[in-house]
């Protein structure tokens, strides 16, 4: 529905449409939301455990894990329904949309990091989840979702450093809605990019786990 | 979490169960209940303080032996909840050493884990896995726990819909029937009407066996001088005293200045 919303929009304002453009819409926001998802859901993960983790001992890993966890549920039955979609709009197969299975584990990755970091700054910073939707729609815009990443001016493309999702979602779209190999270069960043994130969040959650229960 | 009984090795009485060593708590905590970044940026440059730092408990020396129930009286703010913490290892202290001889559970607070937009029932499994019981155990006792809460039919509606009695009476009723070494309860012996608490109290007494060790946080006099056979008098996070119920509750009691009535048995 949402992607619709967004083609009409994209349609009325850029004057251009197609079934390829819907397909990248669609799932360029299904992997989007999985990381949204994760990062909504991580943010209050450790505050609202609050009285779980005031009473027993646990690793408390585990909030932050689950809200990915749950964002992943979320996202598998939008998987089926793009595969349904990409069927009924004629896109291309191919055996290059298998590499959409590693991209799905880099995201995975990367949400997880993103969701641990998150959640250990609003035990510090208990405002950070209001701001969260700004950060959230901020990265929707810098993303390539309403547009595609080979359409941007080389002047743009330098977002691609600075944004993490840039390259997974170039590499996601390349792979599940054109059905060619992504880049290797997008590829080696968008790992790059989780794993870095992934080390920074548990290293820094690990380092704060010992204080949570004094400063909830 | 492994389940509970599968730490169950037969303790003799004796047998130590919880040393804590010169154990010393320092924390930092945010003066601010809700600390914000706003806050911290509009400070920024004016040099006011976020964080102040609590000394919790200072160079406290206790063992607790299998058999034993050790009572832990003080006032508000003299550390008690702060060491049955650190013994539970949520806290992890500052200073000095904590060592855990068997598995301990924590009733510290009612209710952890539960989700009030589930029934009775879903939460009763919630609970019990929180506490460290496996699917089976839960199972298990399930009828047995719900038995004890009284609550009939009930049990299938969702919590939130049930009183603050009811909904303390299963928080208990999940609580009490985990079977760790050691048990650690904060104040959870005064739940719901006189008839359950009665019913409560009981059930801590039958927890009272040879192989465990159980720390009980109260302020109800009455209750520990029944039950206890020793008790831990902490004050500003030092241990003041220790030993035989009625002799440091009586100390207690003269040092708060405070002559003996039911009234002041039941609630200090």
């Known amino acids: 529905m949402l992607s619709a919303v967004y083609f009409l929009l994209i349609v009325i304002i850029g004057g251009s449409g197609g079934a390829t453009r819907y397909g990248h819409l669609t799932a360029s926001l299904f992997l989007f939301y999985l990381v949204s998802n994760s990062l909504s859901g991580g943010v209050k993960s450790v505050t609202a455990g609050q009285r779980l983790i005031l009473n027993t001992a646990f690793p408390r890993m585990m909030l932050p894990i689950s809200a990915t966890v749950i964002a992943f549920f979320k996202f598998i039955p939008t998987l089926f329904v793009f595969m349904i979609m990409r069927t009924a709009l004629g896109l291309p197969f191919g055996w290059q949309m298998l590499w959409s299975i590693p991209i799905i584990l880099i995201t995975l990755i990367f949400s997880l990091g993103v969701a641990i970091l998150i959640s250990t700054i609003n035990v510090y910073f208990r405002d950070i989840a209001s701001f969260l ?19 941007l001016k080389p002047k743009l493309r330098v977002l691609e450093h600075f944004n993490p999702l840039f390259s997974i979602l170039e590499s996601w779209s390349l792979s599940i809605v054109h059905a060619q190999t992504p880049h290797l270069s997008s590829m080696l960043a968008a790992t790059g990019w989780a794993l870095g994130v992934l080390i920074i969040g548990t290293y820094f959650f690990l380092s704060r786990e010992r204080e949570f229960a004094v400063r909830l | 979490m492994s389940s509970l009984s599968a730490y169950n090795i037969n303790h003799k009485t004796g047998d130590l169960a919880v040393s804590v060593q010169n154990l010393g708590l320092t924390y930092t905590t945010a003066i601010d209940r809700r600390p ?80 009030p937009a589930m029934s009775g029932r879903a939460n009763v499994h919630l609970g019990g896995l929180a506490a460290g019981m496996t699917r089976k155990e839960i199972e298990d006792h399930f009828d047995e726990i719900a038995e004890f809460s009284e609550l009939g039919d009930v049990i299938d509606a969702p919590m939130r819909t049930y009183s603050s009695g009811m909904y303390a009476r299963l928080a208990f009723s999940v609580a009490a029937t985990v079977q760790p070494d050691i048990l650690i309860v904060d104040e959870a012996l005064s739940t719901g009407d006189a008839h359950f608490k009665e019913k409560s109290f009981n059930k801590i007494k039958e927890l009272r066996s040879e192989d465990r060790a159980l720390i009980l946080v109260s302020h ?49």
């Open chain 2, 36 to 115: 914000t970044l706003k806050a911290r940026v509009k400070s920024l440059g004016r040099g006011t303080k976020q964080t102040r730092v609590v000394q919790a408990l200072e160079n406290v020396n206790l063992d607790v032996t299998y058999g034993q129930v050790l009572g832990v009286i003080g006032t508000n703010g003299a550390g008690k909840s702060s060491l049955m913490r650190t013994i539970a290892g949520i806290i992890p202290p500052t200073k000095g050493r904590i060592e855990v001889f068997g598995s301990v559970s924590t009733l510290l607070a009612l209710g952890v884990g539960f989700n």
């Open chain 2, 220 to 268: 109800a006099m009455a209750t520990l001088r029944e039950i206890c056979n020793d008790v831990a008098w902490l004050h500003k996070g030092k241990l003041v005293t220790r030993g035989n119920p009625d002799k440091v509750i009586d100390e207690y009691q003269d040092f708060l200045h405070l002559g003996k009535s039911s009234a002041i048995d039941e609630d200090l």
């Open chain 1, 133 to 151: 939707p700004y950060l959230i729609r901020t990265l929707l815009y810098l993303s390539p979702i309403l547009y595609e990443a080979s359409a």
